[in-house]
């Protein structure tokens, strides 16, 4: 059974960094063409993505928020860190990371439950 | 264009069939995938390719994708359907993941 447990702070101040874990279970990081994506959701709004890994070490970042994330793997671990700097209150919000296919067009197949962080000072 | 158009919301009698849809000019080269989001819940995928669903997600959910609109259309809709819908799809640079800005569906 694929799973994925989303870890953090739940309350974070503003400027501050924001580290992430996701750690997966019943499939490997290094499984070709599947890797683990972050998306968040603030109260009330739409499913925004940020980031993904895949197998093969390739990221890609939010074109809006790029510039605040950093997403690597430590496959012997399991697990999947997004790490975002300067954080607002806007920053506000549920934080899933699910894993990802590649099949050409990509889908998000697993979802962990996802994680609320709260940023305030 | 980067984006992924929705309809804010949309119902449906109990039973009856609803079509959901998503435009975008990514959509003429990559296939949406759909998620279904019921409140306080992460999403879960329903449909995504072509027209495929994953194990366990009822035979009444059902994919399109002709141009730049894809359509989920939920043949039979019943009361537990009743959720925010969100497409995907990668951007028309390939590069990223666009949402687009979700479908609250109800069930009369």
């Known amino acids: 059974q694929v799973t994925l447990k989303e870890s953090g702070p739940v309350l974070v101040k503003p400027t501050e960094t924001l580290t992430l874990t996701c750690t997966v279970s019943g499939f490997s990081l290094s499984k070709p063409r599947m890797g683990v994506s972050w998306i968040r959701q603030s109260p009330g709004k739409a499913l925004e993505w940020l980031a993904h890994?895949?197998?093969?070490?390739?990221?890609s970042y939010s074109t809006s928020l790029k510039r605040r994330l950093t997403i690597s793997k430590d496959t012997s671990k399991s697990q999947v860190v997004l790490i975002m700097t300067n954080l607002d209150p806007v920053d506000t919000a549920t934080y899933y990371c699910?894993?990802?296919?590649?099949?050409?067009?990509?889908?998000?197949?697993?979802w962990g439950k996802g994680t609320t962080v709260t940023v305030c000072s | 264009s980067s984006e992924l158009t929705q309809d804010p919301a949309v119902s449906v009698a109990l039973g009856q069939t609803v079509r959901i849809t998503c435009q975008g000019d990514s959509l003429r080269s990559y296939y949406a995938s759909w998620y279904q989001q019921k409140p306080g819940q992460a999403p879960i995928l329903v449909i995504y390719?072509?027209?495929n669903r994953p194990s366990g997600i009822p035979d009444r959910f059902s994919g399109s994708s002709p141009g730049n609109t894809a359509s989920l259309t939920i043949t039979g809709a019943q009361a537990e359907d009743e959720a925010d819908y969100y497409c995907?799809?990668?951007?028309?640079?390939?590069?990223?993941?666009?949402f687009g800005g979700g479908t609250k569906l109800t069930v009369l």
């Open positions: 890994i895949f197998s093969n070490d390739e990221k």
């Open positions: 390719g072509e027209n």
């Open positions: 699910a894993r990802i296919v590649d099949a050409y067009y990509y889908f998000m197949d697993v």
């Open positions: 995907n799809s990668r951007d028309s640079s390939g590069n990223h993941l666009i």
